[in-house]
């Protein structure tokens, strides 16, 4: 058997898959017609990439950036604040056959960190940079810097203005490409009222992100310190791997988060026949998802 690391494809072709989320801590009932425009453009944003031929990463990466200018989640543009009001987000991205990664945490002034995290992995040195860190070396790839105000939304403002606890929210994408290369994205301002510098799961490879070409890939939402707790990205491969199923090894996953990690929340799977699998504890996790076998994004919400 070739190693876990070793390219998936050996000649064999693939047929695309992808799969997003907007987060296990979504409200239905708040601007619905939002999120869902939001998840089907993010799908459809996706799945051009491999349409075209590209890349899974090229893919996870499109699709991520999407729901990040999207201000209804809680990505880059809406983000949730700190409580001194501030936005510091994170994001991280794999692929699947060299398990290149790239992570960024707690960085403001950036509109699209899963694109400073696909830096992070293309340049080589280092998985995870934070905090000014971060920023000193955007400026040195050349990624353009914005107005803090830029990521501030009047929602955000009003939610920590009335002490709303715990809203939290994540975005998230898992791609198959035509290579048999699977890759994910996740990205965060992490959960309304944290203390600044706060870092949550979806940095730290294995719990909030996790791509294996031989396995499947993972992205996750929730109650971060509970997902670092049970390391809940690659445990949920680790039950694909033992249940040859992705929806039961979803659920399973999201069993264990509550049992052992004590929290909340949720995560989208893809393996590597392109099967979806999703799974929740929240009320709600807007997901869709795209393959050759339909003709339109699935959005089923």
């Known amino acids: 058997m ?5 390219r998936a494809d050996s000649g064999r072709r693939s047929r695309p898959a992808i799969i997003v989320h907007g987060g296990a801590g979504a409200d239905p009932a708040d601007a619905p017609d939002e999120l869902r425009d939001g998840i089907r453009a993010s799908v459809a944003a996706g799945w051009r990439v ?3 031929g590209g890349s899974s990463l090229d893919a996870v990466e499109a699709a991520v950036r999407v729901l990040e200018d999207a201000p209804r989640f809680n990505a880059g543009r809406g983000s949730v604040l700190t409580s001194t009001g501030t936005v510091e987000t994170d994001a991280s991205i794999m692929e699947g056959d060299q398990l290149r990664c790239g992570a960024v945490a707690a960085v403001g002034r ?3 960190p899963v694109t400073l995290a696909r830096h992070v992995l293309e340049d080589g040195r280092h998985v995870l940079l934070a905090g000014e860190g971060a920023l000193t070396f955007a400026r040195s790839v050349g990624m353009p810097e914005c107005d803090p105000a830029d990521l501030i939304t009047e929602r955000r403002r009003r939610q920590l203005e009335t002490a709303i606890a ?10 198959l490409d035509r290579s048999g290369t699977i890759a994910a994205a996740t990205s965060t301002g ?9 870092v949550g799961d979806t940095p730290l490879i294995g719990c909030g992100t996790y791509a294996d070409s031989m396995l499947g890939g993972v992205s996750c939402t929730g109650t971060g ?5 049970v390391v809940l990205a690659r445990r949920a491969l680790d039950i694909l791997q033992d249940t040859g199923d992705p929806d039961y090894a979803a659920h399973v996953a999201v069993d264990l ?3 052992q990690g004590r929290g909340e929340g949720g995560l989208i799977l893809l393996d590597t026949k392109g099967r979806v699998g999703y799974a929740q504890s929240t009320p709600f996790m807007p997901v869709g998802w795209m393959a050759a076998s339909f003709h339109e994004p699935q959005v089923p919400f």
């Open 257 to 259: 988060l509550a049992e």
């Open 2 to 6: 070739p190693p876990a690391h070793a």
């Open 166 to 175: 715990d809203i939290k929210g994540t975005v998230g994408a898992v791609a």
């Open 225 to 229: 310190e509970a997902i670092i707790r």
């Open 50 to 52: 491999l349409t075209q």
């Open 190 to 198: 992490g959960m309304s009222g944290k203390l600044p510098g706060r």
């Open 110 to 112: 950036i509109a699209n």
